[in-house]
């Protein structure tokens, strides 16, 4: 795993992951915000709402992390260093997409932590959070098989990866019903909705006709994966490297 | 000695603009100078070899393998790349230790500390590479491609940014990795810097390769360019009356004790010098070709494109 602990450290800059943080733990904060004035009883749903409408943050935090992991090399004319290495390309690729799902997962649970802070502050337990772990852990999966790709193959991936989370995740998948099984935000969403009883009446219209458990949810991330390692390991073989 | 590069009827083309150009070529072990002016092809041609771009037509093999298609082979072949990129954020030392490790090198830390010995970054190896001159970049990135011990060495521009100290010393590295049976290509466009590193030469223009040889050779073989010679003489106008009605003979010009001579025949010029000056008691004090050079037969095949 050296080339992902590198690809990692890479992504990781200081000012890149505070910065990530901060957009992350929007949800958080904003429940903490809201929380101040809600009831009791309407705190699980409350809190659900929130991070499932406003979460949406956390996925643009998830882009910009993993389309840099092998963009960064690409751009910056380092990727030879990485590249020309008896390294198998399937190998590299399940390297690189770890490494993006990782520096992901440390921002999402950075934000989690918020929300869990801010669940204590409003005079909740940490019962109340503890499920939308999940929500991120699975969009960091999601987010990373799509977008570490992405970002190797597409010159102008951000903005590529900001369309599908804004016109297809957010708009589109609304309006047309079943673009929403396309979307890995709702999969993720739908892991979390099977960890939690109390899932709201906003997160539950987000969520759509995506069917809500556990067991689905992951089989559904686990295809984004095979799909995403098949189409770098791709790319890594076929394409010019620089 | 058989190829240790063997390169097909190599194309590659960015949509329209074509970068190399249908070359065919093998390159043995020794150092090969790789000469051509900036946009010639040199550095596709390079990243074609190392595997980093896909051929647009023909094919590239590397002790028997296509790179692209066995990524083992990167055991035995590494690339300098032209860029100055390295990671910034990194030790020397770190770099190296992470070439090693990512070629699966048996005790990385070890290797890394000969090759940083090897190539004299010792003693700033704990420093930032962000903060090291151009000339320590191109040391660092020499040393990360040395760490694996490869078969083959390719050196895009290696000297650019090295002080003459610098330059002195990588040549002298480049040498006795040739004499140590590697094969060495390293790309130039500056004709004394190829000059010094080779004997043998590959020259690229618009893509094409224009000559392949040791310079000497590629110059014999250029025989519609007739060659220039200057000669010191104690009496010049004597002999440039003696040689003008000599075949072969192009044209002669006197400048002060200096005759110079163009000439389609170079070998009858050298064999008739010594005998025109005894039989018209001329003394000759210098004969020097002036277009033996590099760069007298590099601007021959610029120009003759």
Redesign the interface.
Known sequence: MVLAVHLYRRIMRRGRVLGLLALSSVPGLVFWLAGFDAGEREMPELFTDIISSVGYTYAIAALILTVATLRDERDSGTLPYIYMRPIPRLNMAAQSIVAGVGATLVIGVGGWLVAVVASLAVGNGISLPMPSLALFAGAAVGYGAIFVPLGYLVPRSLLVGLGYIIVLETILANVVTGLAQFSVWRIALSIYAGLDDDFGTVASDTLGPVTAGVGGGVVKLAAVVVIGLGALTWALKKRDAL | MTDTIVVTDLSKWFGLKVAVSEVTIGFRPGVTGLLGPNGAGKTTLL?VM?????PSQGEVRILGVDP?QD?????K???V?E?????ERLTGRQFIE??A????IDHPVDRAQRVLETVGLTDAAGRALGGFSKGMRQRAKVA?ALVSDPEVLLLDEPLNGADPVQRAQLIALFKELGNAGKTVLVSSHVLAEVERVSDRVVAMVDGRLAAVGDIATIRAAMTDKPRRVYVDATDPRRLAAALIARSGVLGVQIDGGTVHIETSDAGDLARGLPAIAVEHSIGLSKIEPVDESLESVFRYLVEGR
């Open positions: 990243r190392a595997g980093l771009q896909r692209r990524t083992e082979i990167y055991r072949i590494s690339l790349p860029d100055e990129s390295v990671y992470l070439a490790r990512l070629a699966k990360a």
